[in-house]
């Protein structure tokens, strides 16, 4: 268990759901499920999901922490929010399932790999480089994510749609050159990291 | 006529040269038409999407939000904050309302703000762009400045997720939607009445990461739009407009289907009835040709 994993925990005593309530985006509405499955049953991608959110929400009253932390299943969330709508108890479900992949991977307990861990984190990265995405180096860098043979191939799978893009003017090669960026990057990056320097503090984490 | 003024947040896709690089063409022509005035807000930031999450926690992603509703609210004061993203109006929207309800989190968002010399007092409202059509202009209004309906077009009006849940448009039903067959009457055109992928997920952002379960979702609102008599499917969402035009090739070459049904924004279909070009409408930028709307763009 690495550090933060272990400062994570100690105040809790093994209370999973206490520490879901303080710790995970909207975690203090779990208690209020009444796991009726309509959640499970309105998720586009619900069969990929080894724990629907019904599950997951019994498990971590159950205080299954280990099994709700490393499930992959958070991360088959597409954000359709059909949960959230259909919840007849009004639980923001589609946020507590961003919280907990969120929380998950913040301890490092998230499947190592898990795809749109992956992407999420790039997609991230790409955007506080500059204030903006840049597509093309995403694209690419989601292609190359499993090293550069598995990329060249990813790359040569889909130069069909890539040059059907820039035929279009829907992908521009010159982005690779820096292309659209916010003009006070350098202050975006600042505050995204006192906004990060400050959500630490809060989570008793030293910085 | 006096415009109406709206502070605009364009978003990452819809910039030159990005994947919805023809819907500000089109939107463009609507605008000048309906006498909306979109300035842009200055220096805007990327909205984190939806899949900002991962390893944005929830602070990073307040702050970049309040960081363009700041610049809205001191730029271009007193107008609201207009998005034609889903994804940007979503983030947008949840962010300003989360701050509006913690003055904890305004402090703290605030404070990091403090970085970039902004402060946000919270008086901006953020909206989606269909909202400013059928509420500030409404249907009556936008059919005024039609003069080529788009009669003998069957369309397959496709909402998706973000424009349509959590918020919605007012007065909307969240499982049927009906705003967009009403745009699509308003054009002269017909709506597919039978499509029952209306509001089917895309797969949205794990269309990259989880190719195979989104594409099963693509081809399902691909093929209802057919079973249902669409020649063309027309959206709202830039993300859907992407994932279901592109992946129709990719889905074709590994399941021996023989899809090829054009994705339009509903701006394309607005700007060809106000008479504008196939350019105008951005029509050059589909990669699945909507050529019964081009010959009509054209006569």
Redo the contacts between chains.
């Keep these: 268990m690495n550090d933060f994993n272990k400062q994570a925990v100690a105040p809790y005593h093994n209370n999973f759901l206490r520490e879901v309530e303080e710790r995970v ?1 909207d975690g203090e509405w779990v208690k209020m499920c009444m796991q009726c499955g309509v959640c499970a049953g309105s998720c ?2 619900g069969n ?1 999901w080894q724990h629907t959110p019904q599950k997951l929400f019994m498990m971590i009253r159950a205080g299954k922490r280990d099994e709700v932390l490393t499930s992959d299943s958070m991360w ?1 969330c ?5 949960c ?3 919840c007849p108890r009004k639980l923001p479900i ?1 946020h507590i399932m ?2 907990l ?2 929380y998950a ?2 301890l490092n307990l998230a499947p190592k790999g898990q ?7 790039l ?3 790409n ?2 480089k500059t ?3 840049n ?1 093309l180096k995403f694209s690419l860098a ?1 292609y190359f994510k499993d090293g550069f043979v598995q990329g060249i191939k990813n790359a040569l799978a889909m130069q ?2 890539g040059l ?2 820039m035929k ?5 090669p ?2 690779i050159l820096g ?2 960026q ?3 990057k350098a ?2 990056r ?7 320097e ?2 630490e503090r ?1 989570l008793g984490k030293a910085s | 006529m006096t415009k109406k003024n709206y502070a605009f947040y364009p978003g990452c896709s819809s910039q030159k040269g990005a994947s919805a690089s023809n819907f500000p063409t089109s939107i463009g022509v609507v605008c000048e038409k309906l006498g909306i005035q979109l300035n842009e807000i200055p220096d805007w930031n990327c909205c984190g999407a939806s899949i900002g999450y991962g390893e944005g926690g929830l602070l990073p992603r307040l702050a970049i939000s309040a960081r363009n509703l700041a610049l809205a609210e001191q730029n271009l004061p007193g107008q609201d904050l207009v998005s034609g993203c889903p994804a940007c109006w979503l983030s947008t929207r949840e962010s300003a309302e989360k701050l509006h309800e913690s003055p904890t989190l305004m402090a703290e968002t605030n404070e990091a703000l403090k970085e970039v010399d902004l402060n946000f007092k919270g008086t901006v409202k953020a909206r989606h762009i269909v909202e400013v059509l059928v509420e500030d202009i409404g249907f009556a209004g936008m059919k005024a400045p039609v003069v080529k309906p788009l009669q003998g077009l069957k369309i397959a009006g496709y909402v998706g997720c973000q424009t349509n849940r959590p918020f919605g448009i007012a007065g909307e039903s969240f499982e049927n939607p009906q705003y967009l067959d009403k745009m699509i009457e308003t054009v002269g055109a017909e709506p597919a009445s039978g499509y029952d992928q209306k509001v089917t997920c895309c797969g949205g952002a794990l269309a990259f990461s989880e190719p195979e379960k989104s594409q099963k979702q693509i081809r399902d609102i691909v093929e209802s739009a057919y079973d249902n008599g669409a020649e063309m499917i027309v959206t709202p969402c830039q993300l859907c407009q992407a994932n279901v035009e592109i992946y129709q090739s990719e889905i074709n070459k590994k399941q021996g289907t023989k899809l090829a049904m054009p994705v339009v924004y509903y701006s394309q279909l607005l700007t060809v009835a106000y008479g504008g070009s196939a350019k105008d409408a951005g029509l050059n930028g589909q990669l699945i040709r909507a050529e019964k709307l081009e010959r009509l763009a054209g006569k």
């Excluded at chain 1, 597409?78 to 059909?82: A, G, K, L, P, V």
């Excluded at chain 1, 279009?168 to 521009?172: D, S």
């Excluded at chain 1, 600042?190 to 990060?196: D, L």
């Design positions: 985006e586009p991608l990929a088959m597409t954000s359709c929010y059909n959230i709508v259909r589609t961003h919280g992949a969120h991977h913040r795809p749109t861990r992956e992407i999420a984190k997609f991230w990265n955007l506080a204030g903006r995405v597509e989601m069909g749609v059907g893009l279009a003017k829907r992908l521009n010159l982005e292309g659209h916010c003009k006070d202050g975006f600042k505050m995204i990291a006192k906004a990060r400050i959500e809060k």
